[in-house]
Each structure stands twice: as structure tokens, then as C-alpha cells.
């Protein structure tokens, strides 16, 4: 019985990721080129044109929506109805949610060009909380009612989002004694719906033809960030079990990339597309700007560095450790701590990789980013290629692998593109990317400290001895974060005064 319940729990979770792929994907391909292209150079920009260029968003996600769920219900394998119902079901509403998710997009744009990051996270906060709840509730009170429950969270959790915007706008431009009313383009909701004029074009056609160079870039850029779950989804090249393990393991080691970096990666494109100017070299912008940017630039790859290194050497130690205690001997004695190993070598690169490429997508011009998608597209094939050949060789730690590879590369392009970009400037932000021997040294010797520790005091001689191995880890990550604090005085400055943030303000108002 046990047996056929950890059966059932890995094909729950591999249908999970199955429908969470439809969704993300729906929403990636409707609406990431709009939002790079819209958040580019917000203040010469007509708001009315490009509301209407927003809301294209929704047809296009419709379409995106009916064509993927016709793949996964036709031409991917769907489980036994018997074993797994509801599944056409869970196909249906999560390409909904996508849609319903998409209604709020000029407000998101809107709220993001404006820096109203209070509102972006209680929205994000309520909708989480609310969709955790539900799905804990739904679990104990309804468990038969398998992917009725995940597809139910996940409606709730993009109406609440887009239901929080709405709201929130709708109280500020009702109240025109607001500050924050006045320094908005638009003056009542209305604005922010599609509006047609015969005195001007639907829409900005330059700001459109960023979008489908965007377009497609992101297309590219799906398959790479996505491209293990297609490879598996697609080509079956593990089971459900081995799929489920490796979903526990994404998730976990994924957890500090969507917390921490994901919304730096999106904050910082839009200071860099506000400070810079497309088509223009680093030489004939504002040098003002322009050094601003290099030191922000500067500070955030040091930041992204010595917290991607951070994760990585304590990781290696503490993923045992940590899947014993999420999962217990079902994770942590199986390939689990070796996947959340390279994982965490994964989120070094993850780290690097999100700043390098805000700022590089942030100042591209539009002929860039076509030049651009060609290296994608050679980078795309040869990943799903190397995804698939890694798999049969290694397993599910091959998906890693493929990922470190591509992660590898991209950042390569992206470290060219910065050295470019101020090489006839005296700025020099890829020094960011150097860090001080006596810290490399504390990396080090941390590293082996807890690798040690992890041989002798995890994880089979019980909770006094796991409670030794966390404190000598502890005693290792506050000589390192002392070690940092002492000689990375330059980013310990940067922290403090969060340079930048005043003239971003001046910049968005």
C-alpha cells in the first residue's frame, strides 16, 4: 500500500509539472515580449498606445492557450482516467488561468513602470498565501478529488493577483488628491482599456516591431529556461517517479532563484532601460547615466556572485540534510542529493545569468536583439539535443548538466556584450565579477569544513548529530558573511545606501 502511494504521489506530481508547463509556457509566449518592449523607455512614450498594444496580450494568450491544451490532450500521453481523473480538466483551467492572469498585464506594466513594489508584493503575497490555503484545505477535506484541487489553487491564485490590481487602481485615480494619481499618465480606468483614435495609430509601431524582436527572443529563451520540462514532457525519457523527484528537486533548489533573483532580474531591466537609451553607444549617453549604470551593474554581479557561491559550497553539505528533512529516506537516499548538489552549481550560474542579461537585453537596440536570436536559436537546438543526450547517459542530473551548459553560454554573450558596451568608457562594471583571495580562501575552507562535517555527523546517527553538522555550518556561514563584510566594503556601501533608487525615482516620475 505504501508502495502504490508513493506510486501515485510521483504521477500526481509529474501531472503537476505536465499542466504547470502549459501555464507557464501560455504565459511566457503571450506576454514576455510585450513586457520587455512596454518597459523600455517609459517616459517618452504616448501611454494610450501602448495600453492598446498590452491588451493584444489577451488574444494572443487565448490563441496560446487553445493550441497547447490541444498538444497535451492529443499528442502527449494522457493517464489513465481511472488512475488519474480529472486531467482534461486540469489541461482546461490552467490554460484559463493563463488568460485570466493576462487581463491584468497593463496594470502590472503599469505598477512596475512606476516602481509601486509594495503593491506588486502584497498582490503576489495574498495570492500565494490564498492558494497554499486552499490547496492545504482542499487536500484534507477533498483528497479524491485529485488534479480538481491544483487546477482550482491555481484559478484562485491568478484571480486574487489580477483582482489586487484592478482594486488598487481603481482606488487611486478615484481619488484625485493622490500623489500617486497625479504622477500616473492616466487619469481614470477607462484609460486603461484599448482606445482607437483617427488622430493617431492604435498602437506605436516602433514600440511593436521591439515587441516581435522580443518575440522572438522569447520564444528561444522559453526553450532554454524550459527546456528540460519539454525534453521530458515530450520525449519520456524518465518516468513518473524519476519526473516527480526531480520536480521536488526543482522546486526546492529553485526556491531562492524565484525569491530573491527573479525579482532583482525584473526590478533591475527596468532601472537599466530607464537610465540607458537603446540605439545608442555607452559614449554619446549622459555619462552621468551611464556611470550610474556601471556601478549598479558592478555591484549587482558581486551581489549575484557571493550569494550564488554562498548556496553552492553550503549547499553541497546541507542537501542531504535538507531532502531528509523535507522528504525523508525516499529523497535523500536516492539521486535526490546528488541532483540538489548540481543544482546548486545551477544556482551560481542562475545568479550571473539574471543580471548580466537584464542589463544586457535593457540596452541592446532592436538590431541587437535580432542578431541576438540567432545565437539563441543555435543555442536552443543544441540544448535540447545535449538535454536529451545527458538524460540517457546520466539520468535526471543530465537536465542540470544541459542547464549549466546553457547558462554557460548565455552568459558568455552577455559578458561580451557589457565588455563592448564600455570598452571606450573608463567603467569597468565586469570588475564585480572578482572577488578577494582571503574571501575565495573562507569559500574554501568553509567547504571543506562542511563536506567533513556532512561525513561524520549526517544523517544516520540521529537529531544530535544533525544539529552538530547545522551548527558547525552556521559557525562556517558567519566567518564567511564576516569575511565579505570586511572586504567587499564597496558592495557593503552600495547595500547601505541603495545606489540608484533616488534617481530611478526621478527617472519614473
Not at 506530481?13 to 515580449?33: D, H, I, N, V
Not at 492598446?52 to 487565448?62: E, H, M
Not at 484592478?166 to 481619488?175: D, E, M, N, P, T
Not at 553539505?317 to 537516499?333: E, K, N, P, R, T
Request: charged share 15%; aromatic share 14%; glycine share 6%.
Amino acid at each position: 500500500t505504501y508502495a502504490l502511494g508513493a506510486v501515485l504521489r510521483a504521477l500526481m506530481k509529474a501531472l503537476k509539472l505536465w499542466l504547470t508547463l502549459l501555464y507557464s509556457t501560455t504565459l511566457f509566449l503571450a506576454r514576455e515580449a510585450f513586457r520587455r518592449a512596454c518597459l523600455s523607455g517609459a517616459a517618452k512614450r504616448d501611454w494610450s498606445q501602448t495600453v492598446s498594444l498590452l491588451w493584444l496580450t489577451v488574444p494572443l494568450g487565448v490563441f496560446w492557450s487553445l493550441f497547447l491544451g490541444w498538444v497535451w490532450l492529443q499528442l502527449l500521453e494522457v493517464p489513465d482516467p481511472h488512475v488519474v481523473p480529472h486531467y482534461g480538466t486540469g489541461v482546461v483551467v490552467f490554460g484559463f488561468s493563463a488568460v485570466v492572469e493576462l487581463l491584468g498585464e497593463p496594470f502590472w506594466v503599469l505598477a512596475q513602470a512606476h516602481m509601486f513594489v509594495r503593491l506588486k508584493v502584497i498582490a503576489e503575497s495574498l495570492s500565494v498565501i490564498l492558494k497554499s490555503v486552499l490547496t492545504a484545505l482542499l487536500v484534507l477535506w477533498l483528497p479524491h478529488w485529485g488534479l480538481y484541487i491544483f487546477s482550482l489553487a491555481q484559478l484562485s491564485y491568478t484571480t486574487v493577483l489580477v483582482l489586487c490590481y484592478v482594486i488598487y487602481f481603481a482606488k487611486v485615480l478615484g481619488s484625485p488628491e493622490s500623489a500617486k494619481q497625479q504622477a500616473l499618465p492616466v487619469s481614470s480606468m477607462t484609460d486603461l482599456l484599448p482606445s482607437m483614435t483617427r488622430s493617431r495609430a492604435f498602437v506605436n509601431w516602433e514600440e511593436a516591431k521591439l515587441t516581435w524582436s522580443f518575440f522572438k527572443q522569447s520564444f528561444l529563451k522559453q526553450i532554454l529556461t524550459e527546456g528540460e520540462r519539454y525534453v521530458m514532457t515530450f520525449l519520456n525519457v524518465l518516468n513518473f517517479g524519476d519526473q516527480g523527484v526531480y520536480d521536488i528537486v526543482n522546486n526546492l533548489g529553485s526556491l531562492v532563484a524565484r525569491l530573491i533573483f527573479q525579482p532583482i532580474e525584473e526590478s533591475f531591466y527596468i532601472f537599466f532601460a530607464k537610465v540607458l537609451e537603446r540605439e545608442k553607444d555607452a559614449t554619446l549617453q549622459k555619462q552621468e547615466d551611464v556611470a550610474v549604470a556601471a556601478a549598479v551593474l558592478e555591484s549587482l554581479l558581486k551581489l549575484a556572485l557571493l550569494t550564488g557561491l554562498t548556496i553552492t559550497v553550503f549547499g553541497f553539505a546541507y542537501s542531504q540534510l535538507v531532502l531528509d528533512i523535507y522528504g525523508g529516506a525516499m529523497l535523500s537516499s536516492g539521486s535526490g542529493p546528488v541532483l540538489l548538489r548540481a543544482y546548486c552549481l545551477y544556482v551560481l550560474l542562475l545568479a550571473i545569468n539574471g543580471v548580466t542579461e537584464c542589463f544586457t537585453f535593457a540596452a541592446m537596440s532592436k538590431e541587437e536583439v535580432d542578431r541576438y536570436n540567432f545565437t539563441m536559436l543555435a543555442l536552443s537546438s543544441s540544448f535540447l539535443m545535449l538535454s536529451y543526450v545527458l538524460t540517457r547517459w546520466c539520468g535526471s542530473v543530465g537536465f542540470i548538466l544541459a542547464n549549466c551548459f546553457n547558462m554557460g553560454i548565455r552568459i558568455t554573450q552577455s559578458l561580451y556584450f557589457i565588455h563592448r558596451y564600455y570598452q571606450k568608457s573608463p567603467h569597468r562594471p565586469l570588475a564585480g565579477l572578482f572577488l578577494s583571495p582571503v574571501l575565495l580562501g573562507t569559500f574554501a575552507l568553509s567547504g571543506g569544513i562542511t563536506a567533513i562535517s556532512e561525513v561524520f555527523l549526517c544523517c544516520e546517527w540521529g537529531w544530535l548529530a544533525r544539529l552538530a553538522h547545522v551548527a558547525v555550518g552556521a559557525l562556517c556561514l558567519g566567518v564567511t558573511l564576516g569575511t565579505a563584510f570586511l572586504t567587499e566594503t564597496k558592495l557593503i556601501h552600495f547595500l547601505r545606501t541603495q545606489l540608484g533608487v533616488p534617481r530611478l525615482a526621478d527617472k519614473t516620475t
